[in-house]
Structures are given as structure tokens and as C-alpha cells.
């Protein structure tokens, strides 16, 4: 029943999926603030017309909220789904083999910017709920948040759960924003990384300079960050921030045989990404290093001349943003601390040196032996005919650990994405096969979470 009515409405699910990723909902670029919003109230209207009873939008002092809900019953369960609506910005958009706000499907794939991360997941939930709604089986109560802050860290939300715990009362929270092993091999994620991340800026001289006039004699602040960048791993591909791993709960030997038993093929993971091999911390797996170890990145570097041609110059300044993942039991702000701490005080006295926080998050481990988790995995069972594989996941969903601390609620992760989907990259997509299985597996989650 639920298979047919999603072969026989596919067409028009895509359609509306495709006007909502033709709205270039980036959060991070005020330029296109209007469309963020225009995002939202499609959502709004999308939610009502699947059969929501209320849904508004919240104000916040960002990028507003949507809220709805369905209440049938007060005395069943609530399920309280969230996803964003918001985007990455589609940059470098020379690389796009078709315009990143222009879906199209190719090989049975959608290339748009938020095809996967978060629209096409969200989206699911959406239809699922109208599927439950048009053949009278929704079986619980509903509430979904969709806010449009996620990819810049958030952080209007806290504001809004801590206000309205009431209003977001539920049993249990239930996001599609992570990732599968394969659709051979359907996963749950029960873990995910937290996030700090933050930026430097290294100042030499008062101006730029001529490279010949004063080279050698006056600190680059390239070649300095450079260096001290390097330094931030040792030999062993370990962070070097004295205090970094200390509050890092290391798993126990029968955990990371678990973790290591998921289907993982390190030559397909080389060919895919055309690497000649990977690199990472001595001792540890690829599925570890991405899923249980904290680690430190440099996203973005920047200083000097990087026009046409040459220009000889010592710059004034060099800068670079960073990232940490991190993990259980890691704190966001101890560690920016931390870096903070340790970037100052290696640093030359030849340069200044300025650390500014950018945003972070707390790492999250979910149940796997909740209510809500084993109606995932019978969802799965019965759509896949498989047990899903619990994984832990290296990207970070910050309101995951919020959930937990400010409404004591778990979190189940039931992700359709893949790794190679290229989220945050050029060419972003999402199967239309992930697409449709992912609806038909949350309309069996409602039915066995409640049973
Ligand atoms: N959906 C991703 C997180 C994700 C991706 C989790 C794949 C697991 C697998 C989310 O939209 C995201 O990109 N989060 C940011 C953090 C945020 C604070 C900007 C991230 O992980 O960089
Ligand atoms: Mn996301
Ligand atoms: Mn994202």
C-alpha cells in the first residue's frame, strides 16, 4: 500500500522536491537572505497541505524557524522530527557539471545543492507523514522543526528549545541527516562527532613588503602559519595540543571489533576519492579515524598574492580556519581553549597571533537499545529485509547532544544519504531509490515505534 502510493505519486513528490532546492536557501551569505526565507514558508505550506493541523514560523534573530504539528491524541506518543532547510553555499560553482539551484536527475541521481544535506531527507518526512495522513495509519502524535540555521552552527536554536520546551514535547526525535553504508548495506547512525572551529590570523609587519627588499630579515606570516600549522600533528598523525585527548573515552577492544566489522572496502574508499592511499592516526582503521577519533583539519588558508601572474611580496597578514572534530567525551569549548591556549603560546615573538572562535558543538552517542531505535531496525528489517548496521558517523549535528540536555529526549539518526552523495561539494546529489526507500522506512518506523 505504501509502495504503490509512493510509485504512483513519485512524480509529483520530485516536482516538489525540486521547487523547494530551486530556492537557494544558503544561510551562511546574507545575499540570499529573502530566499532562506522563501524556503521556509514553502516548508510551511508543504507541511500543511501534508496534513498538518498548525504550523507557523518562529522569529528568531536569525534565519526563522519552522514549526508544525499534528496532534491526534495527546495520550499516544510524539514523534518530533527535525531537519534543516538551509544549504551550503554552491561555491566553487565552476565545478558543477549543471547549475546547483537547477536540480536535474542524472542516473537516477538529483545534482542540486541540498539534494541530500538536508532537503531531499527532509523532505521524505514530509511525504511520509502525508502518506500516513491520506491512508488514515498515522498512528501517533507529530511535530516537526525545521530550522534554517544548520549549517552555520545554530545557534538561534538553543534560544528557541530552552523557550519552548513545552511546545517541543515529544518522545522521541527522529532525524534524517546522516548517512547509510550503501543501499546493499542499510545503517543507523548511533554516533556522530562534535565540532569546534575557529580561526587565526598571524600578523608580521604593519604592511606588505617587498620580498627581496626585506626577505630574510622580517617574520612571513605564511611561512610562520605554515609552520605552526604543521606542528599541530606529531610523526604519528596525533593532534599536538597538550589536554587534546584527555577527555577522550577510548572504546572498548569489543567496540572497535563491532565498529570494524561494517562492510568497508578501502580500495573502492582510495579509487572514489582517487587517493594512492589514505593518512591518518598511527594505529587506528579508516571507519575509526572518521568515526571515534578527534581530529584537527585546516578548511580554508588564506594571505598574500593569489592573483594572475607573480607580485613579490611579504605579506602582513596570513590567515586560516580550522576545524576539530571531536568526540565522547570531548568538550567544544575546552578544546577551543585549548587550541587557543597552545596556538599563542608556540607562536614567535617575531608575529602577533589572534584566535576567534567560530562555533561549535558536543559530540553525540544515541541508544540502540531504546524503543525508538528497535522500531528503527524493524522498519529496516521489514522495507531492506536486513538488519541495519549501527554506525558511528565523523560529520556533527550539534542540536543532537541539545536535544538530550535541555528536553532529556534520545535521538534516533535514520539517515538515506550516502558518503559519495558529495554533500558540501560541488555536484551534490541524493538517489531517487534512497529517496523513495527512505519514505517507505519512516512510515514503517511510525507503525512499529507505535505499537
Ligand atoms: N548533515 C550534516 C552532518 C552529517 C553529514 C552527519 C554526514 C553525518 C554524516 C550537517 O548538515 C553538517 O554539515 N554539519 C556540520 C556542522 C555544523 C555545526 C556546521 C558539519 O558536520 O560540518
Ligand atoms: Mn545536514
Ligand atoms: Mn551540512
Not at 530566499?35 to 505550506?45: C, G, L
Not at 495509519?137 to 530552552?162: A, Q
Not at 586560516?320 to 572534530?325: E, L
Request: with cysteine.
Amino acid at each position: 500500500m505504501v509502495k504503490e502510493y509512493i510509485a504512483q505519486h513519485q512524480e509529483r513528490f520530485l516536482q516538489e522536491l525540486f521547487d523547494l532546492l530551486r530556492i537557494p536557501s544558503v544561510s551562511a551569505d546574507s545575499k540570499f537572505k529573502t530566499d532562506v526565507r522563501k524556503a521556509a514558508e514553502y516548508v510551511k505550506v508543504k507541511l500543511l497541505e501534508a496534513g498538518a493541523t498548525k504550523v507557523e514560523l518562529v522569529e528568531t534573530k536569525g534565519h526563522p524557524i519552522v514549526f508544525g504539528e499534528k496532534i491526534i491524541d495527546p495520550a499516544l506518543p510524539t514523534v518530533l522530527v527535525y531537519g534543516h532547510y538551509d544549504v551550503q553555499p554552491a561555491d566553487p560553482l565552476h565545478l558543477w557539471i549543471s547549475p546547483a539551484f537547477e536540480p536535474v536527475v542524472k542516473d537516477g541521481k538529483i545534482y542540486a545543492r541540498g539534494a541530500c544535506d538536508d532537503k531531499g531527507q527532509f523532505y521524505m518526512h514530509i511525504k511520509a507523514f502525508e502518506i500516513m495522513n491520506k491512508q488514515n495509519t498515522l498512528p501517533c502524535n507529530v511535530k516537526f522543526m525545521i530550522e534554517g540555521e544548520e549549517e552555520v552552527g545554530s545557534d538561534n536554536l538553543p534560544i528557541f528549545v530552552k523557550e519552548y520546551k513545552e511546545k517541543l514535547k515529544a518522545d522521541i526525535i527522529l532525524i534524517s541527516d546522516t548517512s547509510l553504508i550503501s543501499l546493499e548495506h542499510p545503517s543507523i547512525t548511533v554516533g556522530l562527532r562534535g565540532l569546534s572551529y575557529l580561526e587565526v590570523e598571524v600578523t608580521g609587519p604593519n604592511r606588505d613588503l617587498h620580498s627581496g627588499v626585506y626577505g630574510g630579515a622580517v617574520a612571513n606570516p605564511i611561512n610562520v602559519l605554515a609552520q605552526l600549522i604543521a606542528s599541530l600533528h606529531d610523526e604519528n598523525g596525533k593532534v599536538n595540543i597538550p589536554g587534546f585527548y584527555d577527555a577522550v573515552v577510548n572504546p572498548t577492544e569489543e567496540e572497535r571489533e563491532a565498529l570494524n566489522k561494517a562492510p568497508f572496502n578501502l580500495e573502492h574508499y582510495k579509487k572514489d576519492l582517487d587517493i594512492a592511499d589514505v593518512k591518518g592516526e598511527k594505529g587506528y582503521t579508516t571507519i575509526e579515524r572518521t568515526g571515534i577519533r578527534p581530529t584537527l583539519d585546516v578548511n580554508g588558508i588564506w594571505g598574500g598574492y593569489t592573483g594572475e601572474g607573480a607580485k613579490t611580496v611579504l605579506p602582513s597578514k596570513a590567515s586560516a580556519k580550522i576545524s576539530m572534530r571531536l568526540v565522547p567525551n570531548q568538550d567544544s569549548a575546552t578544546i577551543t581553549e585549548l587550541f587557543t591556549k597552545h596556538f599563542q603560546a608556540i607562536a614567535p615573538s617575531s608575529v602577533k597571533v589572534k584566535v576567534t572562535p567560530h562555533h561549535g558543538g558536543q559530540p553525540a552517542v544515541t541508544s540502540t537499545t531504546s524503543k525508538a531505535y528497535l522500531a528503527a531496525e524493524k522498519a529496516f528489517e521489514e522495507v531492506w529485509g536486513k538488519k541495519p548496521i549501527p554506525t558511528r558517523d565523523g560529520g556533527s549535528i550539534p542540536i543532537v547532544s541539545l536535544f538530550k540536555k535541555e528536553l532529556g529526549l534520545e535521538t534516533v539518526l535514520m539517515g538515506f544519504g550516502l558518503d559519495s552523495d558529495a554533500i558540501h561539494s560541488p555536484n551534490e546529489h541524493y538517489g531517487i531509490k534512497n529517496f523513495t526507500i527512505g519514505i517507505e522506512t519512516i512510515v514503517a518506523f511510525y507503525k512499529h515505534f507505535a505499537k
